[in-house]
T-cell receptor, first 113, second 112 residues
């Protein structure tokens, strides 16, 4: 089955700790994306990557970091510098180019106390 | 800065009725996407609209794009309970890469 997996589904951390969210896809997509969703809000783009070893900041990159060492994987690290990290994090992927829809993973709900 | 606005934000309707969700955006774009999200779940792609005048239909849902008016509509015909969800539009602004800006979402509740 082709798709996008994110783990874990729920994650709890203490304030001041860095945490890494996993995103893996087996759709052979070149592009991958990370979004944040707050309750009752739309999605906001954190980082995106069009090819391996390259990524760009989205609209709210501060306090986050990513890597893209493999085509299938795009992990997101939420650092202690992110002031309000509690949110629902969604990873997506798409074929290269602007005419293709993005496919979303199931999401990780992060709670930081 | 691109702004994407949906209205209404909340919509409660009865089964069998028709209604339209509107998506306005502030900057020229010819790429617009509609997604559905069920509570606590991820997003599911509904429609990809790639040019002015594009119209797509799937079951009781029909989406259209007017790039001159910077407006997309999602029309629901003879609503059924299963269509209850939050619907998002997203506009792609950037050349050479897909960088989506999402609307706030329209929470649709369809009552029997």
């Amino acid at each position: 089955d082709g798709g996008i997996t994110q783990s874990p589904k729920y994650l709890f951390r203490k304030e001041g700790q860095n945490v890494t969210l996993s995103c893996e896809q087996n759709l052979n997509h070149d592009a991958m994306y990370w979004y944040r969703q707050d309750p009752g809000q739309g999605l906001r783009l954190i980082y995106y990557s069009q090819i391996v070893n390259d990524f760009q900041k989205g609209d709210i990159a501060e306090g986050y970091s990513v890597s893209r060492e493999k085509k299938e994987s795009f992990p997101l690290t939420v650092t202690s510098a992110q002031k309000n990290p509690t949110a629902f994090y969604l990873c997506a992927s798409s074929m290269a180019g602007r005419s293709y829809e993005q496919y979303f993973g199931p999401g990780t709900r992060l709670t930081v106390t | 800065e691109l702004k994407v606005e949906q209205n209404p934000l909340f919509l409660s309707m009865q089964e069998g009725k028709n209604y339209t969700i509107y998506c306005n955006y502030s900057t020229t774009s010819d790429r617009l996407y509609w997604y559905r999200q069920d509570p606590g779940k991820s997003l599911e792609s509904l429609f990809v609209l790639l040019s002015n005048g594009a119209v797509k239909q799937e079951g009781r849902l029909m989406a259209s794009l007017d790039t001159k008016a910077r407006l997309s509509t999602l029309h629901i015909t003879a609503a059924v309970h299963d269509l209850s969800a939050t619907y998002f539009c997203a506009v792609d602004l950037q050349r050479g890469a897909q960088k989506l800006v999402f609307g706030q979402g329209t929470r649709l509740t369809i009552n029997p």
